[in-house]
């Protein structure tokens, strides 16, 4: 089976996720910002996660070549990504401090924790199945944004930033390097298998997941 | 340091979770019955995850006697109190189909996983505090509901099953036999030490996605 | 594939390991009393991690139907064997403080930690894979002493008790419904998939992990 | 409490370990060839375990400090040092697909899996005490024997390149640094109570499988 045979078997999950109310709102600049700045603070408690589930890749690996192909994401994330990422806050106004005392969110709890406990409990396949709604999401998001003026608009929204840089050429063809490897590992797995079906259920259940972190940026305001 | 301090050190959470609103309307009877539906299949779901921490718990230790403390649970757990809760179901009309086919919603990823790997990443003390909110959250509920005729009615009320149980001798009995084991892991710990405030970090946060899960029970209206 | 490929395809592994010197030294009675008494302590330090092994499997299992599988074993090892275990070195004139105090060799210690790793790093079939050397071993071993009068003597022989626990109807019992379980996991893998070839390797280092678990006990006298 | 109280828990392991026969001969030339070469192929089997545990180490840590802390370790691993190992390896004719090949010793699995197993079942600070041995270790035997005449010698040894490595600037300093690190996470913890004397068992059990790792290399001749 392939990553697109995991997106076909949960096809409400995956539109209810990447065509999500905060989606449409970031989209034509309408979010209220208080949501938008929460969205960051958890999105910063992600990456830290994200960077262990990473590490946890490596720790998974039966050989050097898998665990090589992992590193690259750990080193990013630990050097760069979360560093671009506060820098990123500041903009905002959003300080270093604040982003070390925010509490993490339910929503980013039950992504993350899922995402790490599947991937022990399971095998590394395990674990990428349920990391990639993450970069795929975005990427699919980011591109239709990117490239469909009807559905945003980058001019006078706040948060074109956003829409270029998870639509933009650089993170489009790293996800795109992602999804090969993760087609590599289904490779060998038949779709109505007892496996397929456990990775699927994996999938989608993270897919809900990303729901949820959506879902919480909105419900700052209740 | 004792688990009354771990208590003490986030009272705002801890009246959250112990005082939700879903405790109220369950204590009062005003519950909608959908809310309470929705509570009991992934309680069953929670229960699944619960037996697995206890299993870790057994994985973690370093004595025959800590493994032979976390057996109880687990063989409780698989044994008789999710046959229990299958048989509670059944009575409000839900059946083993029904629970197994029911998706884990995010407030029951949240807390159970990030009780696993809290358990995982850390040692046994982690695992012990991110569990203690669940046992000892629920038997001060309990009793109080129990005893307290002011925060609840017992008479009409189809929710008495609940606070009966809760409140009852025999769930009393054995979160006083869990307190006494945490205390005797926390006795080494001084709470102003690293490893006290980080155990404090521990149940506070599971305390908040206590406060999620009691929260998923309403939102299922929204 | 069937546990009797993963045996096929270490024909010289498998052979190492269950016609040990150990083994065939302890058939005939000529087996150094020093030796005999090592292998039962460092055994009674391979049943704690036995026990925890077991525990890693709830933790790993999906449903709760595998999570009831693998409670049997957790609990007769933490409530009978490891009774039975320390009744029966002392038998042998070792105490429980004795036992307490072994530290653990390195055999004991490579093959325990292999496979608590092993089971840690994969999914749940890997761990059984790792784990089915120890009991399909000591059925071989026992069924063979035991019917084969030329490979053995049970009279005036100190260790008959040994084959007579491992040739026994009870053991061989509960070994065969081992491998039952073990042949359901591995009904859906080929045996030439990338897969069936992990599982042969974790299988075959485990039985070299045997192998060494058996060489301690003489090498006790170098 | 600091690294040196481990030592000083430990004595008499610790100089079996630091002055095993294997270190002796390979000190003053007289270690068989095929014994350095068994260890060499081993050693590089080793360091993919090591390169495991400190990814375990970013999996397991708290703080990006921690995390990153970790990092420089495994990307020295798996980019530089396994490299520099092969190269070194075909400098005495063992090929990359000699490495890849040979089974892992019964020794090599207990010491490396002694860590994950330890590290995964306890916390960071279980982590770095079973992995303590080895560096600290290392550089002991390093800087001993290229200081002092008297314990081995340097002209006419085959083995001087090993004994230049590990006594040399390079490693002492990085070692050096590695310690640092373990005193800091050491400092909350007193000798005397319970958590000062896992830690001291765990360094102890990890320095006897240290002894089992030079032993193999000799009993390849028995």
Known sequence: M???DLIAACQQEW???????????????T????????????????????????????????????????????????EHEINHHITYCSEWGITEADLEKEPEDA??????RYVLDTGMAGDMLDLFAALAPCSIGYAQIGKRLLSNTDASKLADNP????????????????????TEQIDALLADVDINSRRGQQLIQVFATATRMEVAFWQQGLDILR
Chains 1, 2, 3, 4 share one sequence.
């Open 2 to 4: 392939k990553y697109t």
């Open 15 to 29: 539109q209810e996720y990447t065509e999500h109310e905060f989606v449409s709102q970031l989209a034509d600049g």
């Open 31 to 78: 979010l209220d910002q208080t949501c938008y700045l929460h969205y960051l603070k958890q999105d910063f408690l992600f990456l830290k996660q994200y960077a262990r589930a990473y590490a946890l890749a490596i720790y998974k690996a039966r050989t050097l070549s898998d665990m090589r192909q992992a590193l690259p994401s750990v080193h990013a994330l630990l």
């Open 107 to 112: 929503g980013t709890v039950a992504y993350t």
């Open 159 to 178: 948060y074109a930033s956003w829409i270029k840089l998870y639509g933009g050429e650089e993170f489009q063809q790293s996800v795109g390097q992602g």
